[in-house]
């Protein structure tokens, strides 16, 4: 009997021993991770736009935290308008901007520019220039680390950004906007396939939007928000809009479309501004520089290299409308004098409101490469700065090969995808493209690019 007891002594003994292992081990792990930093090369200013309000404004990366122990971490991005992020809000989804919850793996988290808007609006930020709160200001980020799900959190120096919300600019009395309206279909975008819906913009007039866009031999329709909730075709081809009616037969081109809701009606003209001359294509011996239209100005921009010679602009690549300038003082002058140019890289902008245009020397980003023009055998497919940082390129025919993104038909700068994950890479991996037509949209303040396969 006294032996049993011994035993069971013994026994309970090396359970009262091995718990308090446990109890040391659990209060180990529970200590503060070590490392716990961002690593991303973050910019010294975010220009945010809503119009972009679905692009990647950055990419949060960081190393492996440590723990002291091999165990599972799981991240959150967490952000704030104070400084001591006093103003952060657990569980709301404001301040809670993402976590690797889905793939453990991954050492990034995406914020997109809608994410970023939203906090600067809680920052007192607003893009109107008639209103006394600002457009520039300060916003906060940091890293949660945590063992699992809910394990005790470890958290990052507090980062701060400094960000912009561009300005929207009056136009003719009001500020034009980007409109909810967009142009769908095998002629635009594969019906949604590849990339978002061609632009429409508020007008001077209610319920009355314009798209400038160029189509491929297809059909379109016209929907609300990206999405079928809402969309107008055209059942008997005569210019009236039918809720969820017919598609809409079209060539390729380059089109200004009208969209009047308040009369249900839409209109559809051939119409572009290219710019022509000794000084750019032979006088037509090749199509003329497209220009793309800036909302926010009001106004039509083209990024091009030009050689010595002169210049005009000229509609849907024809002489039945075109501008000179007789004076050479920055005047639009319906059929005037050629333009004197000489050989640069530059940014043209025509403004019909004020009747005068710009030509000013710029850094031109184009398409260079195999899938292209065998790496710099033709000049690169230009790409126009539309908005600060922004720059939109259509429609580029690619081939099976590979491309990268550089300045002015010269190595000193130049982007690719190291990772093939959408993110500019300065000096990065080549680009890996098919045969195709493409939309081409890159975003050097997000350092992010999109190619839209469209055909």
Not at 26 to 54: D, I, K, M
Not at 345 to 352: E, G, K, R, S
Request: aromatic content about 12%; proline content about 2%; overall charge negative.
């Amino acid at each position: 009997m006294k032996k049993l007891k011994f035993i069971l002594l013994a026994f309970i003994t090396v359970v009262s021993f091995t718990a308090c292992e446990t109890d040391d081990d659990l209060e180990f792990v529970a200590n503060e991770a070590e490392g716990v930093a961002f690593n991303t090369s973050f910019l010294e200013n975010y220009v945010l736009n809503s119009a972009v309000s679905a692009n990647l404004a950055e990419r949060f990366t960081w190393n492996n935290a440590d723990f002291g122990v091999p165990t599972n971490i799981t991240y959150y991005l967490q952000g704030a308008t104070a400084a001591d992020f006093s103003d952060y809000v657990a569980g709301d989804n404001l301040y809670d901007l993402g976590s690797n919850t889905a793939n453990p793996e991954a050492n990034e988290i995406p914020v997109t520019v809608a994410q970023m808007l939203a906090l600067a609006e809680v920052a007192g930020l607003d893009n109107d220039p008639d209103t006394a709160e600002p457009n520039t200001g300060t916003l906060y980020f940091r890293l949660m680390a945590v063992i699992g799900n809910d394990g005790l959190p470890s958290y990052s120096e507090i980062k701060a950004l400094n960000v912009e919300l561009q300005e929207q600019t009056s136009v003719g009395g009001g500020g034009f906007m980007p409109a909810t309206w967009g142009v769908v279909g095998s002629g635009y975008n594969d019906w949604g396939g590849a990339g978002p819906d061609g632009q429409f913009y508020t007008t001077s007039e209610a319920d009355v939007y314009v798209a400038y866009v160029t189509l491929i031999d297809g059909e379109i329709k016209f929907r609300e928000n990206n999405e079928w909730t809402n969309d107008f075709g055209d059942n008997d081809a005569d210019g009236t809009l039918d809720a969820g009616g017919s598609n809409i037969a079209v060539t390729a081109g380059t089109y200004k479309i009208v969209l009047d809701i308040a009369s249900g009606t839409y209109t559809m003209e051939a119409f572009s501004w290219g710019v022509v001359g000794s000084g750019y294509n032979d006088w037509g011996a090749s199509p003329d520089a497209k220009f793309y239209y800036d909302y926010t100005t009001d106004t039509f921009k083209v990024g091009v290299q030009l050689v010595d010679g002169e210049i005009k602009f000229r509609q849907n690549n024809e002489w039945t409308t075109d501008f000179g300038d007789t004076g050479a003082d920055g005047t639009l002058d319906g059929g005037g004098d050629n333009i004197a140019v000489t050989a640069g890289h530059y940014a043209i902008t025509l403004d019909f409101n004020a009747g005068t245009y710009t030509i000013e020397s710029t850094d031109v980003w184009g398409i260079v490469g195999s899938g292209f023009n065998d790496w710099g055998a033709s000049p690169d497919f230009s790409l126009t700065e539309v908005q600060p940082g922004i720059f939109y390129g259509d429609i580029a025919t690619l081939l099976d090969g590979e491309i990268k993104f550089r300045a002015n038909n010269d190595w000193a700068m130049d982007f690719g995808d190291t990772g093939a994950d959408g993110t500019l890479d300065s000096g990065g991996d080549n680009i890996a493209v098919t045969a195709g037509l493409y939309r081409v949209h890159l975003d050097t303040t997000s350092g992010t690019y999109m190619l839209n396969k469209i055909q």
